[in-house]
Structures are given as C-alpha cells and as structure tokens.
C-alpha cells in the first residue's frame, strides 16, 4: 500500500495563478483532510470531506475550493493564488472503522507563490 | 480555538526526560498526539479517549485530565531519534468529529 501521496512536491506559482493538489489514498478511508502548516502555526484545517461527494470548510478555508468526486481522491484548488498561501500542505485519510481513528498524512506538498 | 501547548520549545541531552502538556478551554472526547520530523509528515503516537486509560508504548506515554481538559506526553530517558516537534489534536465530541484540532506544537531537541 502506498498509504497517503500527494501530488506535486513542491510548486512555485506567480500572484493570480491557479493550480490543484492532487491527494490519493489506497486505504479505502471515508474522510479525507486538507491542512496548511506554517512556522508558529501548527496544523490548520482547510477543507475537509466525510464521503465521495461531501467537502465541508474547515477554519481558514477562503481562498480555497475542493472537490471529492472519488472516494480514493481528494483535490484542492486555489483558484488565484496570493503571497499569503505560501505554505507547506499536507493532505491526511482517516480510518473511521477501527477504534484508534488514526490519522494518516502525506508527505506534504511545498508552495512558494511570488 | 487552537489547545494550547507547553513548553513552546525543550533541549534536553539524552536519557533525560520531558513533559510536554496540551490545554484546551473546551471538554474534550479525545486527545490526539502526533511528531513531526523536519521536512516530514506528522505521525500518529497515540490517542486518548474520555474515560479510558493512561496510554503508552515504549518509554512514550500519555495521560488525559477530563476535569482540567488537559493532556501530557511523557517521554522518559529521551533518545536522540525523539527529537522532532509534537503537536497534540483534539476532538470535541465522538459524534460528529469529523476533525481535529491541532495546537502549536512543541519543539523537542535532544543533544547526545
């Protein structure tokens, strides 16, 4: 099992640019968990999905569209992207059905926008 | 609202030992506890639920303070790969806790 992968590592965007992160889990998991993390920050929820079909907002989600048409994906999109989206992203799966409700990340996804 | 971790950052040479506390101003159903590596992703440790047990593994454990709403890691006789930075997550309730959420984190250093 893969677990958790994201797509790209790292992206540089200029102002006003858009792009999509790609999030994929093999684990058959129902939620799924967009994050944005920077220094002093820690983990702050973006978006997140309970099912194929479902986004909800999480606490800093303007700026920030996502989709769940796939039960294994979950994509982000930032439609134009601002010097204050300079972030590290981290995409993360949730086992609902065993009693320790993990949380599994991926390995994150740096963005530089200019 | 963001639980509110302490310390914000420890250095501790190896085989000594840390506590590291997290609170929150709201109940909690459960606490969560997660390390990060530099340039990595975070790792599941462990999870503490409300009226369960004092978890622990290794020489890593944790309790949780349903009064106070407050949880502690504890780590004992530190080992260099320990360093990283913790960050604890809560939830607020088991229905319907779809999310977590996580505080600022505490940057743990060991020196040999």
């Known amino acids: 099992n893969a677990g958790v992968t994201q797509t790209p590592k790292f992206r540089v965007l200029k102002t006003g640019q858009s792009m999509t992160l790609l999030c994929a889990q093999d684990?058959?998991?129902?939620?799924m968990y967009w994050y944005r993390q920077d220094p002093g920050m820690g983990l702050r929820l973006i978006h997140y999905?309970?099912?194929?079909?479902?986004?909800a907002k999480g606490e800093v989600p303007d700026g920030y569209n996502v989709s769940r048409l796939k039960k294994q994906n979950f994509l982000l999109g930032l439609e134009s992207a601002a010097p204050s989206q300079t972030s590290v992203y981290f995409c993360?799966?949730?086992?609902?059905?065993?009693?320790?409700?993990?949380?599994?990340f991926g390995p994150g996804t740096r963005l530089t926008v200019l | 609202q963001q639980p509110v971790q302490s310390p914000q950052a420890v250095i501790l040479r190896e085989g000594e030992d840390a506590v590291i506390n997290c609170s929150s101003s709201k109940a909690l159903y459960s606490v969560h506890w997660y390390r990060q590596k530099h340039g990595e992703a975070p790792v599941f440790l462990m999870i503490l639920l409300k009226g369960g047990e004092q978890k622990g593994h290794d020489k890593i454990s944790a309790s949780f303070n349903e009064k106070k709403q407050q949880s502690s890691l504890y780590l004992t006789a530190s080992q260099l790969s320990y360093s990283g930075t913790y960050f604890c997550g809560t939830a607020i309730s088991n229905f319907g806790n779809e999310k977590l959420t996580f505080g600022t984190g505490t940057r743990l250093t060991i020196i040999p």
């Open positions: 684990m058959n998991h129902e939620y």
């Open positions: 999905s309970v099912g194929e079909g479902t986004t």
């Open positions: 993360a799966s949730r086992n609902t059905l065993t009693f320790t409700d993990t949380q599994y």
